[in-house]
């Protein structure tokens, strides 16, 4: 496990949480590194990425708006910030990173292009 995720817990619907991300294995600087969700029964889906050099994003158009991801070069940490939390946020929330030079700007999928993961903080949202 090369990366660790925090964060995750029980939250009602409406409400807001904040992921993170870190790692001690290398510095975060020059990787790409994207947040992933996995829905119970479903497959794992890119939500948002950062390439980390220069701070640029991509969000996937169906959490546009309510996700935002950011990172803290000084601490190693990449972080997901979630508002209004819907029951369709539910699951595990992967953080991955690979190197910056492989593809440049950041990619949200396939991701499997990824190298490196957590094991998953686990998001459950309620009506």
């Known amino acids: 496990v090369q990366l660790v995720e925090t964060g995750g817990g029980l939250v009602q619907a409406g409400g807001s949480l904040t992921l993170a991300c870190t790692t001690y294995a290398f510095t975060i600087n020059n990787y790409n590194l994207g947040w992933f969700h996995q829905a119970p029964g479903m497959g794992r889906e890119g939500v948002a990425c950062?390439?980390?050099?220069?701070?640029?994003?991509v969000i996937a158009e169906s959490v546009k708006g309510r996700f935002t991801i950011s990172r803290d070069s000084a601490k190693n940490t990449m972080y997901l910030q979630i508002t209004t939390l819907k029951s369709e946020d539910t699951g595990l929330y992967f953080c991955?990173?690979?190197?910056?030079?492989?593809?440049?700007?950041?990619?949200?999928?396939?991701?499997?292009?990824?190298?490196?993961w957590g094991q998953g903080t686990q998001v459950t949202v309620s009506s």
């Open positions: 991955g990173a690979l190197p910056r030079s492989r593809f440049g700007a950041c990619k949200i999928n396939p991701w499997n292009d990824y190298d490196w």
């Open positions: 950062i390439d980390t050099n220069n701070g640029r994003t």
